[in-house]
């Protein structure tokens, strides 16, 4: 059988019930943003790892070597958002091929240690091979998150509602305009490119979550909304509403859509690697949350709500409704 007939889901799928060997200490397994375990004191430990792999997360020509390095570890930092953490320490191991050279590593481990820098995150290790095919470079980050504030992916409750830390979309355009080379102003392809190379992780928001008391789950949104509702629907047994026209609009994406007669709404429900968060909150006192969030210049945007239909629908403008299927990325697929 082919990793593809089964897609990446149903491999983790898969292997889930083999994970826990030994039970004592594990609050959450294979499964979630970030493996939650229980150590002595009042923190729960998370610990999260994401590979990027040459020309299938990146490509050479498109980014420099420091904004490879910071992206490798934001998107780690994203995980330990999603839990509700903050971090603390990462791990690197590289697989080098041999037209990398010492220069080129040198700009990744600056790029890697001023996001460090900025997170408070250490480098404490890792490990370096030669590699006979493309650059591999594997994160792992630990954190911690108080443990009466730990936010899983599989706690939402019918009745809560639905919502973003920022626009979903700008990094699947950028992804689009460097793949098509397309010729577009600058006020347009940048901010999009920037989305897609640059992410920012949501560490602020993720603690402001887990902290509100009224946050019942949360994802960062890696695959695309679609895909990470999906994860948070499938995991808590609930259903959901999006409500298409209070998704966040993005100006640059929607005028890269119509330059390049591209679905706009594609871009933002499927599109993957936005690096936002996607929570699942209280409907009680949702007014001061978002005020509250708003006071800490953050923003949470109320895209849905979540029922117990255990289906996911999209609401039109029109107030017609249509399926939404998962359709954001899944490896093998
Ligand atoms: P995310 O998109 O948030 O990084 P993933 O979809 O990559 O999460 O992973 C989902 C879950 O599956 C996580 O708990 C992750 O640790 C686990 N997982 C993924 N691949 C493997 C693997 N090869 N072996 C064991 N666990 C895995
Ligand atoms: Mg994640």
Redesign the pocket.
């Known amino acids: 059988m082919k990793l593809k007939e089964i897609g990446?889901?149903g491999?983790?799928d898969r292997?889930?019930p083999l994970?826990s060997i030994r039970a004592s200490g594990v609050i959450?397994?294979?499964?979630?943003?970030?493996?939650v375990m229980s150590v002595p004191g009042d923190d729960y430990l998370l610990v999260?790892?994401?590979l990027l792999v040459e020309k299938v997360h990146f490509l050479l020509d498109w980014a420099s070597p420091q904004v490879i390095g910071a992206k490798s570890l934001a998107?780690?930092l994203?995980?330990i958002a999603?839990c509700g953490g903050e971090p603390l320490d990462a791990f690197i191991s590289i697989a080098v091929p041999e037209y990398i050279d010492v220069e080129w590593l040198d700009g990744f481990y600056k790029g890697m240690s001023e996001i460090a820098r900025q997170y408070g995150v250490n480098l404490l290790g890792g490990d370096t091979t030669a590699s006979k095919g493309h650059l591999v470079i594997n994160v792992a980050l630990t954190g911690r998150v108080p443990v009466d504030q730990v936010l899983f992916r599989h706690t939402a409750r019918p009745g809560d509602i639905l919502v973003l830390t920022g626009p979903t979309g700008e990094s699947a355009a950028g992804t689009e305009i460097l793949l098509s080379q397309a010729a577009l102003p600058e006020a347009i392809f940048l901010p999009l490119i920037r989305s897609h190379l640059e992410p920012r992780p949501h560490v602020s928001e993720g603690r402001f979550l887990a902290q509100s008391g009224v946050c019942n789950a949360a994802?960062?949104v890696?695959?695309g909304l679609s895909s990470?509702l999906g994860?948070i629907c499938r995991d808590s047994g609930v259903g959901a509403v999006v409500y298409q026209d209070r998704l966040p609009q993005s100006p640059p994406l929607l005028q890269a859509a119509s330059l390049l007669e591209k679905d706009p709404l594609s871009w933002m429900l499927h599109g993957g690697e936005d690096y936002v968060l996607l929570a699942s909150v209280k409907s009680e006192g949702l007014q001061d949350l978002l005020a509250s969030a708003l006071q800490n210049g953050l923003f949470l945007i109320p895209i849905g709500e979540t029922n117990d239909t255990g289906r996911m629908e999209l609401i039109r403008p029109d107030d017609s409704r249509a399926d939404l299927t998962a359709k954001g990325w899944n490896h093998f697929r």
């Open positions: 990446e889901f491999f983790i292997i889930a994970g959450k397994g294979i499964g979630d943003d970030c493996a999260t790892t994401d998107v780690n994203s995980d999603a994802i960062d890696s695959d990470d994860h």
